[in-house]
């Protein structure tokens, strides 16, 4: 009876979440969508590879769209024989963004459940935990993979907690299932950072079976929890095997080229640490506006600042030196956020509920749950400095240097999402052990008293003097403030005295509303805090009787702060019409997308494309030979709207092809160091949108584009007459800069296959692209002497075949980044397909990984209902 009141309890706690999700979307319900800038680039980076799958029915794992041409295994390729992926869309089958909010809830209540075995406890860690507002944060952005691959962090926690409780048969399911649909989440950063608090909870653990003399029961569990996630890797071996081939090739692979970088083997220290957490930032996860939210900040948060702007304004008179100083201040982007990284959407806040609840658990947590305290609270500590980054870069360093893989990711901030799954665990245990534990009423009073009496004093301390404790205000700013002093200083001397009062006037009124709004958000943090004492305290003076009532009522509490909070950043202005949402490049401006731009931000930035969009779509219709496109009104490397319409030497992708992104380095950013390696002018970058049959160059701005064509692009494939030899990758780079490249092939002598390659100058000679396809490209050739075809395609030495009159040829790496194959006098027929031996490999793993699943979930619940039916008790939870 007690079990059959507890199922329902759990199906009512799951419809909660359901309702809630959708309570917080509900613009879904009217047939709205969310809005999401990354997921926008990915609509423009995967259109041609979804056009030729809709037109062949056939998996493409090539596109032009980007770059030149890239992989398509990380801009959303399909891959057979996935069930592993039809499996995640039974938990995702609410609409997005409620699908990913749900899937928190879930796979915490999971993990709940499997600890604790009680209802009450399962729901509240549910919404300590889906409430952080990273997770918001991270939807309103469009990092969908992230969030996805966070969403099952909770439930394969739970599998490998079972494992070392010794309840294998579940925990070995549990673990593979769990794990196989994190891996198809395809975020691998966050698959790493887990793994890194995981293998602290291994070290915990692994002292505590040698204190306890149990190693052969945790030697046991770990290696079930290995051979899980074999299966799970292998559920995925299509995805992962071609992820790991094509990583070798990005900026996160081994580059060979060094005129620029520090880290040949990874990406640069500076890349990876640049969104570093600064350490007082840390107290975020606490009062969310701390340092002043995100960095696009509501104008009505600064009151103070626009006032003294409109202020400053009206003193100036009219002389027009200094009204054209105040048009450059007042055109200067400035926020309430003062932290260390260069920008941010929002706060990594985990709720003042939570932390509070961390804080006491650190002191109260004791016995046998001291295993589990020991691992959260290490596992927190190290995700915080990690997070500091370049802020600690002793710490930083040696991980990066030396830890594996550690150098391949970008943004070390994002490692806060172990302590987001770490805070609301401990939180929650805090909470049952309050509740379960045979501690003394005495003892929990004493804690509740100094733990929480110290929290409290803390925030009355902040809130009374934080505006003399802090400085609110940035590195940044200050440099700022002083150059445009110093060009004042250079322009009129006459004017630094009075604009050196009136920037010092601004920028003190910029801190009186940051203060505010860290007053503010303390204030709210303490309300939190002294409500969850007080509940906790009145339960343990005996006031409340009822635990039940506590517990929601905390929990009740942590939901009113989240919601609140995380409304701040994702609310109903990030729902538009789903019309808009499906197809986010609209090229022309109807009545109906005018007047939602008039009302919301997202969809005016939409809008504001129309006029370039209509002129890629004219480009597109116009001309149906293949070519490229190089798109300065935008910021190229940094957009995926061009390549909805016609392929592009730009894009947006965190993984380019390694290659690629080391001529964007040295071609097209300008950089001053590169005077001493000959490069001046724009010789080099001629020759590089040459190369690339760069047909067309798009310039002025979105809203008044101009379209020039490059009449010395050299096409789809060219003849070269004479070969330029190289020793090195600086060599090779380098030479584009110099050499004609309309007929002189750079080659290098380590990598040529051919090193007897026979050319001669053929002035009638030709060869052209006849047929095009993102995965198979045909050409024709005719030419009286032997030649070195080279092919505006990117060079990518995997699973690209080459075949001449049928006969498979080595296919050279050649003007650093393209493809050439010698070709003998006479006409011939040149093949390139892709035909990656990766992705075969890799079904042919997932085939077998699908029938070990489906033995192992068969197995593990015929074992299951085998002991249940011999012993119907269950025993409680234990650490």
């Known amino acids: 009876m007690k079990n059959k009141k507890n199922l329902i309890y759990v199906l009512i706690s799951l419809l909660l979440f359901v309702v809630i999700a959708l309570l917080y979307c509900s613009p879904v319900l009217s047939g709205k969508s969310v809005i999401q800038p990354d997921i926008i680039n990915y609509r423009g980076s995967a259109q041609e590879m979804l056009t030729y799958q809709n037109k062949t029915g056939e998996n493409v794992y090539w596109s032009d769209a980007m770059f030149g041409g890239m992989p398509t295994y990380q801009t959303g390729a399909k891959f057979d024989f996935d069930i592993i992926k039809s499996i995640d869309g039974i938990f995702r089958f609410l609409p997005r963004p409620a699908d990913y909010i749900f899937l928190l809830f879930t796979g915490f209540f999971i993990l709940g459940l499997t600890v604790f075995k009680k209802w009450k406890y399962a729901l509240v860690g549910a919404i300590f935990f889906a409430f952080g507002s990273y997770y ?146 840390t107290l975020n996860l606490f009062i969310p506006n701390l340092m002043g939210g995100g960095s696009q900040t509501n104008p009505e948060d600064l009151k103070n600042y626009t006032s003294e702007l409109q202020n400053t304004q009206y003193s100036l008179g009219e002389d027009e030196f200094n009204q054209q100083v105040y048009q450059a201040i007042s055109g200067m982007p400035r926020s309430a956020y003062w932290g260390d990284q260069p920008g941010t959407s929002g706060p990594a806040y985990q709720g003042a509920v939570v932390v509070f609840l961390f804080i006491i658990g650190m002191f109260m947590v004791r016995g046998k749950y001291a295993t589990y305290k020991k691992w959260l609270v290490a596992a927190t500590i190290l995700s915080f400095v990690l997070a500091w980054g370049k802020n600690l870069p002793f710490i930083t360093n040696l991980f990066i240097d030396y830890f594996p893989m550690y150098d391949k990711f970008r943004a070390v901030s994002s490692i806060l999402v172990i302590a987001e799954f770490t805070m609301p665990f401990l939180a929650i245990l805090t909470l049952y052990y309050f509740f379960n534990s045979d501690e003394t009423d005495e003892f929990k009073k004493k804690v509740l008293y100094i733990a929480g009496g110290s929290t409290v004093g803390v925030l009355i301390l902040f809130y009374l003097f934080g505006g003399l404790l802090f400085s609110f205000t940035s590195g940044d700013e200050k440099l700022m403030t002083e150059q445009l002093i110093g060009q004042i200083q250079q322009a009129n001397p006459n004017a630094v005295a009075l604009w050196d009062g009136l920037m010092k006037r601004l920028d003190d009124a910029l801190i009186m509303d940051r203060v505010a709004m860290f007053k503010a958000d303390t204030l709210r943090t303490l309300i939190f805090v002294l409500l969850t004492l007080g509940l906790l305290l009145a339960y343990n003076l005996k006031f409340i009787k009822k635990s039940g009532i506590v517990i929601l009522g905390i929990g009740a509490l942590a939901l009113i702060d989240g919601y609140t909070v995380n409304k701040r950043y994702l609310n109903d202005d990030n729902f538009i019409s789903k019309s808009i949402v499906e197809n986010p490049f609209p090229t022309e401006m109807s009545t109906r997308l005018q007047d939602e731009a008039s009302k919301n931000n997202n969809v005016a930035q939409i809008a504001y494309k129309v006029p370039m969009n209509k002129l890629l779509s004219s480009i597109s219709k116009q001309d149906k030979s293949h070519f490229r496109v190089y798109n300065t009104a935008v910021s190229t490397f940094n957009e995926a709207g061009t390549s909805y319409f016609v392929p592009s030497i730009g894009g947006y992708h965190a993984a380019k092809l390694g290659k690629y992104q080391d001529v964007v380095d040295i071609y097209f950013s300008q950089d001053s160091r590169l005077k001493q390696y000959g490069i001046q002018d724009e010789r080099g970058l001629i020759n590089v949108l040459n190369m690339l049959n760069t047909k067309y160059i798009v310039h002025g701005s979105p809203t008044q584009p101009e379209v020039q064509q490059n009449p010395t ?138 029938i070990i699943l489906l033995i192992v979930v068969a197995g593990g619940i015929y074992l299951g209902y085998k002991k249940c039916s011999k012993n119907s008790d269950v025993k409680p939870a234990t650490a």
């Open 713 to 850: 692009a050299l096409g789809s494939a060219w003849f070269a007459s004479t070969i330029k030899w190289t020793e090195n990758a600086n060599d090779e780079i380098l030479a584009i800069n110099s050499v004609p490249v309309n007929n002189t092939v750079i080659l290098r002598k380590d990598l040529v296959a051919n090193k007897n390659i026979n050319v001669a100058a053929d002035s009638i000679s030709k060869i052209d692209l006849v047929d095009y396809s993102p995965m198979k490209m045909t050409y024709k050739s005719s030419s009286k002497t032997d030649q070195v075809a080279v092919f505006s395609e990117i060079y990518y030495p995997h699973g690209w075949v080459a075949t001449v009159d049928g006969k498979e040829v080595p296919i050279e790496k050649a003007n650093y980044v393209l493809r050439a194959i010698p070709v003998e006098k006479g006409n011939h027929t040149i093949v390139f397909e892709f035909k990656p031996q990766i992705i075969s490999t890799g079904n042919t793993i997932v085939i077998i990984s699908n």
């Open 136 to 281: 918001f944060e991270l939807i309103a952005a469009g990092h969908n993979g992230k969030l996805h691959t966070i969403g099952y962090f909770a439930p394969l926690i739970a599998g490998i907690l079972l494992l070392y409780r010794k309840k294998y048969i579940t925990g070995f399911v549990l673990t593979t299932l769990f794990m196989g649909l994190q891996l198809q989440a395809n975020h691998i950063q966050m698959t790493f950072y887990l793994f890194l608090a995981m293998l602290v909870f291994a070290i915990v653990q692994f002292i505590e079976s040698i204190k306890k003399k149990e190693l052969p029961d945790f030697l046991k569990s770990s290696a079930l929890a290995i051979v899980a996630i074999l299966i799970a890797v292998g559920l995925n071996a299509n995805r992962l095997l071609s992820t790991y081939e094509y990583s070798k090739e990005t900026t996160r692979g081994k580059s060979e080229m060094t005129l620029l970088k520090k880290n040949s083997n990874g990406l640069d220290h500076d890349y990876i640490t640049q969104w570093s957490y600064g350490k007082l930032e």
